[in-house]
């Protein structure tokens, strides 16, 4: 088993060895082989760079030898523009010299000239001078004086004949214009035609039946007294079936008890806390109806573009009377006759009527009472940026201030149209109602008073003042005040009843 197993491992043995010959040989070779590969690729890349670096030393100096060229181009351009510049300026330094030379030669010329002429001036003269003599010597007439009588003819014959036709040009104008004028306004009172309204100083109020009469007037007069006091209006209640009168200069405080009543009657809560509460919310509800009473006259008209606070004072013509001609109506009416002769002179509608609708808005501003209404109609038109030919059309349509419009005319006239028709106006009522207006704004002037109110046609003024302000003692005072500086300043039919309303209230809230 010996000698079998020691020849075996002697033969793996050698061939082990033989192996690892064989793989020593193959490696060596294998590296020698990788060393030249790895040498002759070092030697390609080293020639590559060589070659890269070359190529670039080339490309760079190309690069600079065109940079140099283009400078050197550069400086022959710039060397030859400065040839011509200078050869320029040598020529026009020549061309200048030449002309200088010929100036000098036309300056001696034209010297000369000038000589001659003021020779031969002076020989046209001394002509001129002897024919002048010849002929004064045979006219027996100096120049200065034929020359006078001349123009003095010639004056008197113009003048003559310019007269002449200015009195034949004015003579046919004034026919025209008349002829013309009376036309336009026969055809515009022709083409506007509306009805006559008077307005009156009562309404009736309709009740369902007489014991309603009893629940207005409340326990011993309380429910009538605080409607009285809150609305400003006398509310007469008598024998008449079915009816309460109102009665009242101001038609916004007759609407306003009027629909105060309407309320409590429907709501059938008639108590005075709730009567002022019911007044005060009637009254912001004729607000809002008078803005859009407002609105509506301006799309009606057409007339766009105005401030709120101008469509607020035309909404507040609509319970407004003049002359006891409600204004609202005479406004849109005075719009209408000014559009209407505005088309027929060929002016600018839009303008007159604009200035028709907005000339009577002095009289219901509450600003600066003492202004005559045209003047602060003006001012509200100014202030609310109204165009200059509208502001100057309210404010001359009674002639207050000088017209510098040609709409003012149509305004002043469209006016007077209006006013004019028969039954449209009565004078009566407008004074009844300006001397009512006096009476309480002279109460309404003493510190403390909140409130005035004109009743029975001018015959009682209530005068309501705060409890904080006037005490028991000076409401007394004020009464006797007041009835002498209306008796004083103002001129009334009768007596007047001064009553001065103080009244003290304690109002808490259970939460």
């Known amino acids: 088993?010996?000698?079998?197993?020691?020849?075996i491992i002697s033969v793996i043995v050698g061939f082990i060895i033989a192996y690892f010959l064989i793989n020593y040989v193959f490696l060596k070779k294998k590296l020698s082989r990788l060393h030249n590969e790895a040498v002759l690729e070092a030697e390609n890349m080293k020639k590559e760079k060589i070659l890269q670096a070359k190529e670039k030393f080339l490309q760079l100096k190309m690069e600079h030898e065109q940079q140099m060229n283009e400078r050197n181009n550069r400086i022959l351009q710039a060397e030859n523009r400065i040839k011509q510049k200078e050869s320029t300026v040598n020529q026009q330094l020549s061309d200048s010299q030449m002309r200088q030379k010929d100036a000098e030669k036309l300056k001696e010329t034209l010297t000369l000239q000038i000589e001659q002429n003021e020779k031969r001036n002076e020989e046209f003269e001394k002509l001129r001078k002897q024919q002048i003599e010849k002929?004064?010597?045979?006219?027996?007439?100096?120049?200065?004086?034929?020359?006078n009588l001349l123009i003095d003819s010639l004056k008197s014959e113009a003048k003559s004949e310019a007269m002449s036709y200015i009195s034949e040009v004015m003579d046919e104008a004034r026919l025209t214009a008349s002829k013309e004028a009376k036309r336009i306004v026969i055809n515009t009172i022709q083409r506007v035609a509306p009805e006559t309204a008077i307005e009156n100083a009562v309404t009736i109020f309709n009740i369902e039946s007489d014991e309603i009469k009893g629940r207005i007037i409340g326990r011993e007069g309380r429910n009538i007294r605080a409607l009285e006091a809150a609305t400003g209006v006398e509310i007469v209640v008598d024998d008449t079936p079915e009816a309460i009168i109102l009665s009242a200069f101001d038609p916004m405080r007759r609407e306003v008890a009027r629909l105060a009543l309407h309320q409590l009657v429907t709501d059938g809560r008639i108590h005075p806390a709730r009567i002022e509460e019911v007044v005060a919310k009637v009254q912001k509800q004729l607000e809002e109806e008078m803005l859009e009473a407002g609105k509506r006259t301006c799309i009606d008209l057409g007339v766009h573009g105005l401030h709120a606070e101008l469509i607020?004072?035309?909404?507040?013509?609509?319970?407004?009377?003049?002359?006891?001609?409600?204004?609202l109506q005479h406004s849109r009416e005075v719009a209408n006759f000014c559009a209407i002769l505005a088309s027929e002179l060929g002016l600018n509608t839009k303008l007159a009527k604009r200035a028709g609708l907005l000339h009577d808005i002095g009289k219901v501003s509450d600003e600066d009472p003492e202004l005559p209404h045209a003047i602060l109609g003006m001012r509200l038109a100014e202030k609310y940026k109204e165009r200059p030919e509208v502001s100057n059309a309210i404010g001359s349509h009674h002639e207050e201030v000088e017209m510098t419009s040609l709409i003012a005319p149509l305004v002043l006239v469209g006016d007077a149209i209006s006013g004019a028709r028969p039954g449209a106006r009565r004078e009566v009522i407008e004074s009844y109602i300006k001397r009512l207006k006096e009476m309480e704004n002279i109460a309404l002037?003493?510190?403390?008073?909140?409130k005035t109110y004109a009743i029975q046609a001018g015959r009682e003024l209530r005068v309501i003042v705060g409890s904080d302000k006037v005490s028991d003692q000076e409401a007394e005072t004020l009464s006797q005040d007041v009835a002498k500086k209306i008796q004083d300043e103002m001129v009334y039919p009768g007596q007047v009843k001064i009553t001065v309303i103080r009244e003290t209230r304690s109002v808490s809230f259970a939460k």
């Open 445 to 450: 002037s003493y510190p403390g008073v909140t």
């Open 1 to 7: 088993m010996e000698n079998i197993t020691i020849p």
């Open 135 to 147: 002929i004064e010597a045979v006219a027996g007439l100096s120049a200065a004086d034929a020359k």
């Open 312 to 327: 607020r004072l035309v909404g507040r013509m609509k319970y407004r009377s003049s002359y006891g001609q409600n204004l």
